[in-house]
């Protein structure tokens, strides 16, 4: 089985300063591991993925984030966080056999001026 | 371009009424998933479809239906057996590439159903 537990609610940071949204995850196999964005009442849209390649993973945007092992852990960071960052983010675990999407809760990013 | 196109953006129930969400792609994908979507409870997994004319029960599956006759279109019938239908509703694909190849999971834009 698979889990995703995202450990902020809540984030707040202000205008130029680094974000950090934390990720662990439960797999049983090799994941594929995902971030989503999800603007008010929109869809989502990926930031990043991880699927066995390079273990830095960057993103659209600015995001990047890395995959540890032996922490089961895949956080999303960015060196300086921008209004427009404002946002719910989802991370995403898929594997073997089904391939089925298991989100986390998800993340509030709030950006201060 | 390619996506995922949800109709209709806003939708409003009565009670007692059935209602059917419609998602269709053109990106060739073969899985399809329905999410709904609550306030501090991420997205939660209603039906999904690996392929044309099967699809499979997720984790809150009662009170709704889907079908899949077409690999393009997943409608989702939300039934009057769901006693608390209000919630934002995503359509997902996804291609049968995986590893390195795998792009991730498309999403459409919503529907938000609200019961009156």
């Known amino acids: 089985a698979q889990s995703v537990t995202q450990l902020d609610s809540h984030v707040s940071v202000s205008e130029g300063t680094p974000v950090l949204l934390r990720c662990n995850y439960s797999?049983?196999?090799?994941?594929?591991l995902f971030w989503y964005v999800q603007h008010p009442n929109k869809g989502l849209q990926l930031l990043l993925k991880?699927?066995?390649?390079?273990?830095l993973v960057k993103g659209i945007n600015g995001f990047e984030a890395e995959f540890k092992k032996s922490e089961t852990s895949f956080h999303l960071t960015k060196p300086s966080a921008h209004m427009s960052d404002a946002a719910e983010y989802f991370c995403?675990?898929?594997?073997?056999?089904?391939?089925?999407?298991?989100f986390g809760r998800g993340t509030s990013l709030i950006v201060h001026p | 371009d390619g996506g995922i196109t949800q109709s209709p953006k806003y939708l409003f129930r009565k009670e007692g009424q059935n209602v059917t969400l419609s998602c269709e792609q053109n990106?060739?994908?073969?899985?399809m998933y329905w999410y709904r979507q609550d306030p501090g409870q991420g997205l939660r997994l209603i039906y999904y479809?690996?392929?044309?004319?099967?699809?499979q029960k997720g984790d809150i599956a009662e009170g709704y239906s889907v079908s899949r006759e077409k690999k393009e279109s997943f409608p989702l019938t939300v039934t009057s057996a769901q006693k608390n239908p209000t919630a934002f509703y995503l359509c997902?694909?996804?291609?049968?590439?995986?590893?390195?190849?795998?792009?991730?999971?498309?999403f459409g834009s919503g529907t938000r159903l609200t019961v009156v």
């Open positions: 797999s049983s196999y090799s994941p594929s």
């Open positions: 991880y699927t066995s390649a390079a273990t």
């Open positions: 997902a694909s996804r291609s049968r590439d995986s590893g390195p190849l795998f792009y991730g999971y498309t």
């Open positions: 990106l060739n994908h073969d899985a």
């Open positions: 479809s690996q392929i044309v004319n099967d699809f």
């Open positions: 995403v675990v898929s594997d073997r056999p089904s391939y089925i999407p298991t």
